[in-house]
């Protein structure tokens, strides 16, 4: 009976002991062994120069038993697997939280002045057409806005006004938002010019730029090669009368589109060719409005048939080919002087008309043959 009693409680010892071990050894990290949870993390880390690996965790099962010669059992000690060790929770510190960017975040550079092309200026007088010109490198907009009219009668003016104390504004060296929005304001229904218009979009770019940005400053910079030009000056077409012709000596008229220079000092920088053959001359300019001029010029000499029209301006050149048709000359027919013959009612004799002095008639007598 004593011997059935030890023997009982030797199984209850081993089952105890088991159980104790697979509880320690098995548990997943989040919780202890008493059910209060709040254990820590188990880490491992890996060999002093090596790559770590990552944890997989003990077996689950129950370490063999083995009876002793006394009756008691034993539990081996589990251990780690080689290269591993057991870390504690307290020694692990935690991988710190990622800090906020704090990279600016770049703005787009709101698009500046494309080429005019640039106007001569023969005269050294400021207009708006070379003034456009010096806006045209953003760090003249000062002297360029210093040589607009303090009351500026032409829209062109206001426009650049605007234009250019805009881009002080924008690049942070003064200027002011309220007169850029005012001048592009009195500019509602557009620009009638090449380079105004481009002047127009321009400005609108900006004030669009403060709006969606209204503290910010940039550093505007001139567009990329290639950037199509502000005027595609062109000869936009030829007028002969309507029928297409004109003959040797005949006026026609030359419409030019999208001039890039001041109207008034267009000519005499301007030279026709008509069929190859350089009109002499200055052209005559017959009328302007907005970005359309009309030259007149006398047609040359040419043998009959569609001839080229070609027009040079401050360097540049634009041409139309087969323009209009050169028609023949009109054919005069020459005078008659023949004297005719006596008896011929076409052809009447002539007469002398002789007058008698002493009566005071006049009488007509035959011309001698």
């Known amino acids: 009976m004593a011997v059935s009693l030890g023997t009982r409680i030797s199984g209850l010892l081993v089952a105890g002991a088991v159980a104790v071990a697979t509880a320690a050894f098995t548990s997943d990290g989040k919780g202890t062994a008493d059910g209060r949870g709040g254990g820590g993390v188990v880490g ?6 090596g790559p770590r690996t990552p944890q997989t965790g003990l077996s689950s099962s129950a370490p063999p038993v083995r009876q002793k010669a006394d009756g008691h059992a034993t539990v081996p000690v589990p251990t780690a697997p080689p290269g591993r060790r057991r870390s504690s929770a307290a020694g692990r510190s935690p991988s710190p939280a990622p800090s906020p960017s704090t990279h600016p975040r770049l703005l787009e550079v709101p698009t500046w002045l494309p080429a005019g092309p640039d106007s001569p200026n023969a005269d050294g007088i400021p207009d708006p057409a070379s003034v456009y010109d010096l806006l045209r490198a953003p760090a003249e907009c000062r002297t360029a806005l210093n040589l607009v009219p303090r009351t500026p009668a032409d829209p062109e003016w206001t426009l650049l006004r605007g234009l250019a104390t805009a881009c002080l504004a ?8 309220e007169q850029a929005a005012r001048d592009h304001a009195a500019l509602a229904d557009g620009a009638g010019t090449c380079k105004g218009r481009a002047a127009y979009t321009v400005l609108g770019g900006l004030l669009d730029f403060h709006r969606r940005h209204p503290g910010a400053t940039v550093r505007l910079k001139p567009p990329s090669r290639g950037t199509p030009a502000a005027c595609a000056f062109r000869i936009a077409g030829v007028d002969t009368g309507g029928d297409g012709e004109a003959r040797p000596g005949e006026a026609i008229g030359i419409e030019l589109a999208d001039p890039y220079v001041d109207h008034a000092e267009l000519l005499p920088g301007v030279s026709v060719s008509v069929g190859g053959q350089q009109v002499p001359g200055v052209p005559v300019l017959t009328s302007r409005s907005g970005d359309r001029l009309v030259l007149s010029v006398v047609v040359p000499v040419l043998e009959p048939g569609p001839v080229e029209v070609t027009v040079r301006c401050a360097g540049t050149e634009v041409r139309l080919p087969a323009a209009f048709r050169v028609a023949a000359p009109e054919v005069v027919p020459e005078p008659d002087t023949g004297a005719g013959t006596p008896g011929d009612p076409d052809h009447p004799t002539p007469a002398l008309l002789t007058l008698d002095v002493a009566t005071g008639d ?7 043959g």
């Open 362 to 368: 006049a009488r007509a007598r035959p011309t001698p």
């Open 170 to 177: 924008v690049q942070g060296e003064g200027g002011s938002w």
């Open 44 to 49: 491992t880390a890996g060999p002093s120069g």
